[in-house]
């Protein structure tokens, strides 16, 4: 079974500076997807970056970026110029075979003015 | 299309009792997928749907837990017979298929509360 594991609880950030979530993910599949989602306080969650595993380039929209590094199955973000806007419960996420995504318990980022 | 929509947006309601809850999907989208997710954790999968045939259920669904999604369209996740274990936050997403790298757009969810 794939699992995905994030295993910083809270992370704090001062605004304009750069912070990294971590995430590590498990599975034994060679075809799938990882996503990095936020979820806002009382608001529902929307997709921030993905990445296809069977890409070697990283991902990136605008702010955000990923360190996709396949062999040691990690998937970091990468938020650069933190803002305000920024807080909120990050989940990363992996789709395989089945599907349904699998999320991990996720990072609350706090960005401090 | 103003995106995913769940109805409603809490329910409290007394242990034993039956509830239903509703999510809307974006049109056009043929896979719906319901998820729980409880304070402090990440949503866990409990079923989907590819238009109306469900195609996967979580072993967390109990046979007390029974969704639906006649014709394809909106779908309904009852739960009966509550515990207090129930108490979750219900989010409903929706795909375009086939791809897996499609984005699965979340509703705001159903807050549950068990009394």
């Known amino acids: 079974a794939q699992t995905v594991t994030q295993s910083q609880p809270e992370m704090s950030v001062q605004e304009a500076e750069t912070v990294t979530l971590s995430c590590t993910y498990d599975t034994s599949e060679s075809d799938y997807y990882l996503f990095w989602y936020k979820q806002p306080p009382s608001r529902q969650m929307i997709l921030v970056i993905r990445q296809e595993a069977y890409k070697q380039q990283n991902a990136t929209e605008n702010r955000f970026s990923v360190n996709f590094q396949k062999a040691a199955k990690s998937f970091s973000l990468k938020i650069s110029d933190s803002q305000l806007g920024d807080a909120a419960m990050y989940f990363c996420a992996y789709r395989g075979a089945t599907n349904k995504l699998i999320f991990g318990t996720g990072t609350l980022l706090a960005v401090q003015p | 299309d103003t995106g995913v929509s769940q109805d409603p947006r809490h329910k409290i309601t007394k242990r034993g009792q039956n509830v239903t809850f509703r999510c809307d999907p974006i049109?056009?989208?043929?896979?719906l997928y319901w998820y729980r997710q409880t304070l402090g954790q990440g949503p866990e999968f409990l079923t989907y749907f590819q238009n109306e045939a469900q195609l996967e259920k979580s072993r967390l669904l109990s046979d007390r837990f029974s969704a639906e999604r006649p014709k394809g369209s909106f779908s309904t996740l009852e739960i009966q017979r509550t515990e207090q274990g129930d108490s979750a936050m219900y989010l409903c997403?929706?795909?375009?298929?086939?791809?897996?790298?499609?984005?699965?757009?979340f509703g705001q969810g159903t807050r549950l509360t068990v009394v």
């Open positions: 997403a929706s795909s375009l298929g086939p791809h897996r790298n499609t984005e699965a757009f």
């Open positions: 049109s056009e989208h043929n896979r």
